[in-house]
């Protein structure tokens, strides 16, 4: 899988790249119809505190799917986001098993 990472208004880690690359091949071992993934972290300065955003789009056969977190670590908020992912993924398979 194909895996494209965009970074706005944060400087690039190759540690939430590995991450993110781990969490995303075990995705891509269950469903193998998935051919890329775009993966964004974006970081949003509140008055107040700092937002990490992750936005996460899969292309595959069909329409793409698209998951998006904000939480107070990247960390978190990629769990979060492959989670949504997953469970949309899911989906589309159990939608697929029926034809």
């Known amino acids: ?8 208004d944060v400087s690039g880690s190759p540690r939430l790249e590995e991450l993110s690359k781990e969490k995303l091949e075990y995705l ?6 998935v051919h890329r993934a775009d993966v964004f ?6 008055s107040d505190d700092k937002e990490m955003i992750v936005d996460i789009r899969l292309s595959m056969p069909g329409p793409r799917i698209f998951a998006s ?4 670590t990247f960390e978190s908020a990629l769990s979060e986001t492959i989670r949504d992912l997953e469970d949309q993924l899911r989906k589309v398979k159990e939608k697929s098993k029926e034809y």
């Open 41 to 46: 972290f974006k970081q949003q300065n509140r």
């Open 28 to 33: 891509h071992k269950k469903y193998d119809f």
């Open 69 to 72: 977190t904000n939480a107070e």
């Open 1 to 8: 899988m194909q895996i494209i990472y965009e970074y706005h």
